[in-house]
């Protein structure tokens, strides 16, 4: 796959570079998630200005207050508060995907397994992926910050074509292990993706041959479906790029809905938790306590 030092080389294939393909899934569930977050918001501040401004709602209020007292009242409607705004958070996490159609939803679906599955492996939850290779600089300060291991040596490879140091991606992959035909295959393919970032000849077949050495099972489907993100990759922008992804399809028993429910949806509403939920849930519990206690405070 590599030519001798001082060899021009002269790109067979015009290859879309890393990242492509997750800003092309992107931009097929924008208008869609776009859509539900503004009707989410829409609904949640239309339902916050009924209630505050209903004497109905007022009416509840006092009268929860005089059955179980003040206290434990605002701590009820704080709760209330809390899991209506996580419900909010799920919807816009969890509606989106599952509202695609057709190829699109397809593709989502198997894109979506094969991410969280190699991510889930290496770092434990698939939301580290966007802090990890979301952009060249998020690629950039992981580089910085993290000592190469064995099990980073895939993803580091990965991130350095990311930030545009091909030679030092090519170490890294060489450098992976292969103790079993699937570390094997990964190896092989990291350094097919390197040799098509830099414009050598892609080694598809080669690829293809060590998804056979692989056993049946888990590992092989794996191996299959990474190959066909990467050929969905490279067939950008002009290609058909959801193909490959439809092709492998049938190797996943489970159904769209619980692929992309489980490893996206999952995935988003961990990242929104992490970002926005558990502060505004961290409100809600001082607001609470500050209502609760400033009576007693100020006598």
């Known amino acids: 796959m590599s030519t001798a030092p001082g060899t021009p080389i002269v790109p067979d294939h015009q290859s879309a570079p890393i990242g492509s393909l997750g800003r092309a899934l992107v931009k097929v569930l924008a208008p869609i998630q776009t859509a539900v977050v503004l009707i989410t918001l829409v609904v949640t501040l239309l339902l916050l200005f009924l209630g505050l401004t209903n004497e109905a709602f007022d009416d509840v209020v006092i009268s929860v207050g005089d059955r179980i007292g003040t206290a434990p009242a605002i701590w009820l409607f704080a709760i209330l508060a809390a899991a209506f705004f996580s419900l909010a958070v ?38 580290r992926a ?11 300060r992981w580089l910085e910050q993290t000592q190469p291991t064995d099990e980073l040596r895939g993803v580091r490879s990965e991130a350095l074509l ?40 892609f080694g598809e077949a080669p690829l293809r041959q060590a998804i056979e050495a692989i056993p049946p099972g888990i590992d092989r489907t794996e191996a299959a479906v990474s190959l066909a993100v990467t050929l969905a990759r490279r067939a950008l922008p002009d290609g058909d790029w959801r193909q490959p992804l439809l092709e492998v399809r049938h190797l996943l028993p489970e159904s769209d809905a619980v692929l992309l429910t489980r490893d996206f949806g999952a995935t988003i509403f961990d990242a929104l938790a992490r970002r926005i939920l558990v502060p505004f849930l961290i409100l809600f519990v ?14």
Do not use: C, K, N
Not at 102 to 120: K, L, M, P, Q
Not at 130 to 140: D, F, M, S
């Open 286 to 299: 001082a607001i609470a306590v500050v209502v609760t206690v400033a009576p007693v405070l100020l006598g």
């Open 162 to 201: 990311m930030v545009g140091r091909p030679g030092d991606a090519r170490a890294e992959a060489d450098a992976m292990p292969q103790r079993t035909p699937l570390e094997s295959y990964r190896r092989l393919e990291a350094l097919a993706v390197v040799d098509d970032q830099t414009g050598l000849p």
């Open 90 to 127: 799920a919807v816009i996490a969890f509606v989106p995907p599952l509202l695609l159609r057709g190829a699109d939803r397809t593709a989502f679906a198997v894109h979506s397994w094969i991410g969280a599955r190699e991510v889930r492996r290496v770092f434990g939850r698939a939301s």
């Open 130 to 140: 966007a802090e990890v290779l979301g952009t060249p600089e998020a690629a950039r």
